[in-house]
């Protein structure tokens, strides 16, 4: 579990780059999985970020805002 997240994290990243917005999200989906089991919350982070990009891209504006705030409110609480 520890190496599977920054695996998918990477896939979700590399299909979203290649506008494959449906795979991203099924990857994201999973990294957020992870990352809670695993209590990783940068990885979280990025995942929701991601997905909040997949979502927008796909016209989901209202899925895309949820997604990206609860990144937003994540990095706030990480300092970051």
Do not use: C
């Not at 520890?2 to 494959?20: C, F, G, H, K, M």
């Not at 209590?39 to 989901?60: I, W």
């Amino acid at each position: 579990k520890n190496y599977d997240a920054p695996v998918y994290s990477l896939l979700q990243s590399i299909y979203t780059d290649r506008w494959e917005f449906d795979r991203s999200i099924s990857f994201g989906e999973k990294v957020l999985k992870l990352a809670d089991e695993l209590d990783n919350k940068n990885s979280k982070g990025m995942a929701l970020l991601n997905l909040g990009v997949s979502y927008r891209e796909k016209g989901q504006l209202s899925t895309a805002t949820n997604y990206t705030e609860q990144a937003r409110k994540l990095a706030v609480e990480l300092g970051d």
